[in-house]
Structure formats: C-alpha cells, structure tokens
C-alpha cells in the first residue's frame, strides 16, 4: 500500500473558487506532512508544513486529520497562479512524492 | 544565497554515452538527494547521501553512481546512458531540523 494517496484530479475551478484537496496515509505513527506544490517542468517547492494543529498562510489552510488519517490543503479565493500540482508528502528522512493533485484555476 | 544549483539543464546522449549531473547546495544542510521524475509520475529516489562521505541507494539506483565529494556537492553519474534514462533529474537537500527539502530545478535529460 502506498505511503500517501491523493486524488489526481484535475480539479477545474473558476477564479475566486475555493478548492480542497484531502491526502489520506497508511502509517498511523506519522506525525507530521509536508504541501509541496510543483509547477508544470519545474521543481516541487515546499508551500507549508502540516502538524497536529495545522496550519494556515495567507489564502492557505492545512489540516491534519489523525483519527480519519487524512491531511486537507483548503485555498480560498483561487488565483490563476495557483494552478499546478500539489504534492502530500510524509515528513521523513526518505520522502516518498506520489503523482499530486493537478488543480487548474480557470477565467 | 543560490539553494540548490544543478548543471547542466539540459542535455542529449547517445546509447551507451556517460556523464555526470552536478549538483550543490550552499544551505549548509547535510542530506542530499537524487531523484527522477517521469512524465505524468512522481518524483521517484535514486539515491541518497545523509552527511558527506555516505550513500545509500535509493528505490531506482541502477544505471547510476553518486559521489558526496563534500558537503556542498552530490553529483549523479551515468556510466552508459539508455533511452530509459530519459528523464528529469532533480536534486534536493534536507533541512535537518525541519525535514524540509529544497530541490534544485532539474536537469532534462534525453538518450536517442
């Protein structure tokens, strides 16, 4: 079973959309997660990271679901920038980066 | 401040051709990585160093050697290129606090 699933969309939304992604994980003892997001032949870059508390920044909400075992990226008011690839990965001395989910933010 | 730095960005080879990818960090971090990416897939490991002098391999090491030479630089080698190698590489390094990884912007390779 893989570490982290996530559905790889794509989400098409309309700007101003807001738009969320859930990530579910198999190993229950992980304790915190990473959202990369990586734009079309470029590298990942980290967007923020996800503890038990969660996070937010700016436009960007992230939760940690430990019961469920799913992380949620949530972007309110969508940018045409925002479009990309949106990597959950475990915090781990090896990360392992699935596929991600593709979101296209539309006029 | 540069982060990560990979050469070259771009490059074709032959079938049975080598060469070696660089890749330096000036974050001052002691984990650096090597993967490859697929169109469509991943981000996929090569190979991995946890401080200068060590390796380890990764989920897809063959085909490739890496050298730690110090701190600083991890290159990738390839000793003899087949097409599928195609690939974009990217390097990366670790914040050891945090975990963070901070990648470089790939390296775009073709073999023919």
């Known amino acids: 079973r893989k570490e982290v699933e996530q559905d790889p969309g794509p989400f098409n939304v309309p700007e101003g959309a807001t738009v969320a992604f859930n990530c579910t994980y198999s190993?229950?003892?992980?304790?915190?997660f990473f959202w990369y997001r990586q734009d079309c032949r470029k590298e990942p870059k980290l967007l923020m990271s996800v503890y038990s508390s969660g996070n937010e920044d700016g436009r960007f909400t992230a939760q940690l679901n430990r019961a469920s075992q799913y992380i949620s990226l949530l972007i309110r008011d969508s940018k045409l920038s925002d479009s990309a690839t949106y990597l959950c990965v475990p915090r781990s001395y090896i990360p392992t980066f699935g596929r991600g989910t593709s979101l296209i933010v539309h006029p | 401040n540069a982060g990560v730095t990979q050469t070259p960005k771009f490059q074709v080879l032959k079938t049975g051709q080598s060469m070696t990818l660089q890749c330096a960090q000036d974050m001052n971090h002691n984990s650096m990585y090597w993967y490859r990416q697929d169109p469509g897939m991943g981000l996929r490991l090569i190979y991995y160093s946890a401080s200068e002098g060590t390796t380890d391999k990764g989920e897809v090491p063959n085909g490739y050697n890496v050298s730690r030479l110090n701190k600083r630089e991890f290159s990738l080698r390839l000793e003899s290129a087949a097409p599928s190698q195609t690939s974009v590489y990217f390097c990366?390094?670790?914040?050891?606090?945090?975990?963070?990884?901070?990648f470089g912007p790939g390296t775009r390779l073709t073999v023919t």
């Open positions: 190993n229950s003892a992980s304790q915190s």
């Open positions: 990366a390094s670790r914040l050891d606090r945090t975990y963070e990884q901070y």
